[in-house]
């Protein structure tokens, strides 16, 4: 069984954002493997299917980003996962727009939601797929940027990354 956690804040109003980058890729996980999020459970929105055999469940946390960390920390205790069967999916402004990168384990860096992740399952040994989203423009605060909606010609950019993170997530999956 493998669970997929895509960060990012639950309204709406943030949906297109830098910081919704994790829900927008498991989302895409979840169009490309022909399920929905249609199930609230320990504080997340989940959808679950089948893949070659081993059970997917695909959560988005509903406690806002910087506490994303007590919805992983519900399922991980609840279902007695392994930590190599998790994957956390999230915004990095520290990797070009577009871009994506793996990582078995590592500190949070500068993201309050794996920060968060880090502090509740006291390790940092998480597998984590960061989806780039670049560096916000001189003299925007960092908050405002990644609230923030993606013109046009960004939004295009953003959407090729995720569609690398969802190649990679299904990647992952398959071990």
């Given amino acids: 069984m493998k669970f997929i956690f895509g960060l990012g ?5 943030f949906d297109n954002t830098p910081h919704n980058a994790g829900f927008a890729t498991v989302d895409l996980v979840a169009n490309k493997l022909g399920c929905n999020f249609n199930k609230k459970k320990l504080d997340g929105i989940i959808a679950e299917t089948v893949f070659n055999g081993d059970k997917i469940v695909l959560i988005k946390p509903q406690t806002y980003m910087n506490n994303s960390g007590e919805c992983v920390k519900k399922f991980v205790k609840k279902f007695k996962i392994d930590l190599k069967n998790i994957l956390i999916v999230y915004d990095d402004i520290d990797l070009k ?4 990168r793996f990582k078995q384990q590592g500190s949070a860096g500068t993201h309050n939601g794996m920060r968060n992740i880090v502090q509740e399952l006291q390790t940092t040994e998480i597998p984590r797929l960061r989806i780039g989203v670049g560096q916000p423009p001189e003299k925007m605060e960092l908050a ?3 609230l923030s909606k993606f013109n046009q010609e960004q939004f295009l950019i953003f959407k090729q990354g995720v569609e690398l993170g969802a190649d990679e997530i299904l990647n992952f999956i398959q071990g």
């Fill in 9 to 13: 804040n639950c309204e709406s109003k």
């Fill in 97 to 100: 727009l577009g871009t994506i």
């Fill in 144 to 146: 405002d940027f990644v």
